[in-house]
């Protein structure tokens, strides 16, 4: 699994140099997860997004202090979308994800832009309704993905992984 953390994430972790960067450039469906930092009122938050479809998870980063801390909740991340649709998603998915975790800077200004957005969108939502429920920042259409949702091209790539699988 390839996790792009942005440089306040790195500098959170005190992780000075990031991984040696091996990706080829094209990348598979959860395979490569960028991350960012924010807050909502006193509280701390990671927001993991999916490369390929910007699916966006938002998690408490209470706690993460370490590296290791770090990437069990880079797996945790993943862990929670097979509870969610493991009948769509191959095992080896998680497999490969759980395996070994490379943490990098970011590379795609376009994504990190479409994170700040998701971000906001996040802070609006806990300023309106003080509610915790960050799942609507899914629900919102992006340029990036040509004005879908991450939530619309998410459920795209499961229809594509089961379709292939059989």
């Known amino acids: 699994m390839i996790v792009r953390a942005t440089h306040k994430v790195l500098e959170s972790l005190k992780i000075k140099n990031s991984d040696k960067d091996t990706s080829t450039g094209a990348v598979s469906f959860m395979a490569e997860w960028f991350v960012n ?3 909502t009122g006193r ?3 990671y927001i ?3 490369s390929k479809t910007l699916y966006s998870i938002i998690l408490d980063n209470h706690g993460i202090r370490t590296r290791k801390d770090f990437e069990h909740l880079a797996t945790d991340v993943v862990f929670a ?3 969610k649709h493991g009948d769509k998603l191959p095992i080896s998915l998680f497999e490969n994800a759980g395996s070994q975790i490379f943490i990098l ?3 795609n200004r376009r994504i990190v832009g479409s994170q700040n957005d998701l971000m906001h969108m996040a802070q609006a939502e806990y300023e309106y309704s003080d509610n915790y429920d960050y799942t609507k920042v899914n629900d919102n259409p992006l340029s990036f993905l040509d004005l ?3 939530e619309e091209m998410f459920m795209d790539q499961l229809d594509d992984l089961k379709n292939k699988s059989g």
Do not use: V
Request: charged share 30%; no cysteine.
């Open 48 to 50: 993991f997004t999916e």
């Open 148 to 150: 879908a949702t991450p």
């Open 81 to 83: 979308l097979f509870k």
């Open 105 to 107: 800077k970011t590379n």
């Open 37 to 39: 930092a924010f807050s």
């Open 43 to 45: 509280k701390k938050h």
